[in-house]
């Protein structure tokens, strides 16, 4: 007589039920009847958790699926594994992942392939790069090193905690490179601001016979819109038209955001254009890249464009049209958005909190950004310095410094950084506090251990200039580690005319002119400054060489709301509406005793 197969036999002695379960398991669709099905497992004593454990996290059920896995008495690697993927993949309880990974090992379980991709998603969501390091290391001692997967997501690991070095090692000592070791680089390289390296290893990919696939390409498009690499933007398009490649949302709205950052808008409106299927992250791209180029009325048409398509607006879509609004002063569109996050309970969000501080701000309502501000249960260094601008660009410096104090204490992680120095510099500029910004500036060097840029010498300059120390102020400028800049010059210059101080003004001038050559502003007001000064000829001179040069005066322009309609004109538009608005406010100036001053015109 034959012995059955040991597989045949393992059947043989199965509960009469349990063939009959696992396969109603595999079948449900609903967590009810995998609840029932489990009940029937118990009462006929049959204990099967690794079936389980995939169903459960299939359903995302949390609870179920940790209760189930703590009354297993001896869990297998596969049961750890799963939970791992669970824990990562499906619920991102990160920190119970690592506790998870370290409980196997306690158990004399060995890891394996499965198991360290998921250590390390964990790990480069927690930024814990110690246990990183110590997971790589098990994969040297378990013998792993080669295996793809495992080295892929180290890859990634590495390039999320910002040791690309190590991300770099990794890819070079994979013995046979496939399409995800490439695109896990390039796609590192990207994420961390290395664009210029991403494009290089894209090349090296290419030369070593790849053809780059759908992720390749929209690495390479974010690599190309952070370079401003137009051309090389432009040939992938190219490359998406000759292999005729889907240009579906993840695609389009790569393209879209590579044009749009390198401010070609009509490319990046004839991809938009011609996408038949637009989902939100495409609609998005588009609106950003009008709000980042300044185009804000074609930003709020597409807004109202994507409300009427049906397309709900997400935190990225406010994030955007905030932005648009802040630039053009649209307060009523603005306050709108305000709502609408707060009933999307968005406003909470440290991005759409944010960026509606910087709108209000700059749309002057100071009192409804700080609202927001204090409101804000979570602040990152850009909220803080966006506060503080705000201040200060309001002139309300003594608070401004108060916050910078208090960001100083309060702010946990988030420590002042240059940014933050240019704005609480900015506020002493705005009301002369000479003696405060020189304590600040040695601040940053002697506290925060930051090296002053152009920007802060800048301020600065800026600073001293107001108060009248032009001497002072050039002094500095010539001391600057770098060349000074227009605005650094120009805010110089702005002194000099106001002193009237002849032999400091002739070197700025002369310095501006080489850097702007074309900006009327030099020349007017270098003019006026001479003129001022009863130097008629020198005033005349400047004069003549501007038209010689062939620089115009490029016109103001401004822009009004009513009713929540945006005006926009131009100096010297003969506008009947804006020309009575304009008369009656000359009055009300008069009536108050107000003298316009003409030297600088």
């Known amino acids: 007589m034959l012995k059955p197969k040991p597989r045949q036999l393992a059947f043989q002695n199965l509960n009469p039920h349990t063939g009959k379960l696992l396969h109603l398991l595999k079948q449900c669709l609903f967590i009810k009847e995998l609840k029932q099905i489990h009940t029937q497992m118990l009462i006929n004593s049959i204990h099967k958790p690794n079936f389980l454990l995939p169903k459960l996290i299939n359903f995302q059920d949390f609870p179920y699926a940790s209760t189930l896995f703590s009354q297993i008495p001896e869990p297998n690697s596969y049961a750890f594994n799963v939970m791992l993927r ?6 991102h309880k990160y920190p119970l992942s690592l506790h998870l990974y370290y409980r196997m090992k306690s158990l004399g ?5 499965f198991t360290f991709p998921f250590l390390f998603i964990a790990c480069w969501n927690l930024s814990e790069i110690t246990h990183g390091r110590a997971g790589h290391s098990s994969v040297v001692k378990t013998g792993f090193g080669s295996d793809g997967h495992v080295c892929h997501s180290m890859i990634t690991m590495y390039s999320m905690c910002g040791e690309l070095g190590c991300a770099r090692k990794v890819f070079d000592e994979i013995p046979q490179r496939d399409f995800v070791s490439w695109n896990s680089m390039i796609s590192g390289y990207g994420k961390m601001g290395r664009a210029q390296d991403a494009v290089g290893l894209f090349g090296e990919m290419r030369e070593a016979g790849f053809e780059p696939n759908e992720m390749t390409l929209v690495s390479v498009l974010g690599a190309c819109g952070d370079l401003g690499d137009l051309g090389l933007g432009k040939w992938v398009e190219e490359f ?7 240009v579906n949302s993840y695609l389009g709205s790569a393209l879209i955001g590579m044009y749009g950052k390198c401010g070609d808008l009509s490319s990046a409106r004839r991809v938009f254009d011609s996408m038949k299927k637009k989902d939100r992250v495409t609609w998005n791209a588009m609106i ?5 180029n300044g185009m804000s009325d074609e930003a709020m048409v597409l807004f109202d464009g994507m409300k009427e ?20 002063g649209a307060l009523d569109l603005g306050k709108w958005i305000d709502k609408y996050a707060s009933e999307r309970d968005f406003q909470h969000d440290i991005y759409v909190a944010t960026a509606l501080v910087d709108m209000y701000a700059k749309c002057g309502s100071l009192a409804n950004a700080l609202r927001v501000f204090e409101d804000m249960p979570q602040k990152n260094e850009v909220t803080w310095n966006v506060m503080i601008s705000a201040l200060a660009f309001h002139g309300r410096a003594r608070e401004a410094i108060s916050l910078f104090e208090r960001m100083t204490v309060e702010a946990g992680t988030a420590r002042p950084n240059d940014i933050t120095f240019v704005a609480v510099l900015s506020a002493c500029v705005h009301v002369g506090l000479v003696d405060e910004g020189r304590r600040l500036f040695d601040l940053m060097s002697s506290s925060f251990g930051l090296i002053p840029k152009l920007e802060h010498y800048t301020c600065m300059a800026d600073l001293l200039s107001r108060a009248g120390r032009v001497h002072e102020a050039w002094g500095l400028i010539k001391k600057m580690p770098e060349k000074p800049d227009e605005v650094t010059l120009g805010a110089l210059l702005s002194a000099c005319r106001k002193c009237g101080n002849v032999d400091v003004t002739e070197q700025v001038v002369q310095l501006l002119l080489e850097l702007e050559p074309s900006n009327s502003g030099n020349y007017i007001i270098s003019s006026n400054i001479y003129k001022g000064l009863k130097m008629w000829d020198d005033s005349a001179r400047m004069r003549v060489l501007m038209k010689q040069r062939g620089v115009s005066k490029t016109p103001g322009c401004s822009w009004i709301e009513t009713e929540n309609q ?9 506008l009947v509406e804006i020309s009575h608005v304009l008369k009656v ?12 001053n003409i030297n600088a015109i």
């Open 240 to 246: 998406v038209v000759e292999k005729k490649l889907e």
């Open 566 to 574: 945006l005006h926009e004109f131009h100096a010297g538009d003969n």
């Open 585 to 596: 406010l000359y009055e009300d100036l008069k009536d108050e005793g107000y003298t316009p």
């Open 86 to 91: 669970g824990l990562t993949t499906t619920w």
């Open 288 to 292: 950003s890249g009008y709000a980042q």
């Open 309 to 328: 398509a049906g397309v709900i607006p997400d935190k990225i879509t406010l994030v955007g049209m905030l932005s648009a609004c802040a630039a053009i």
């Open 109 to 113: 379980l060995s890891p394996d392939n």
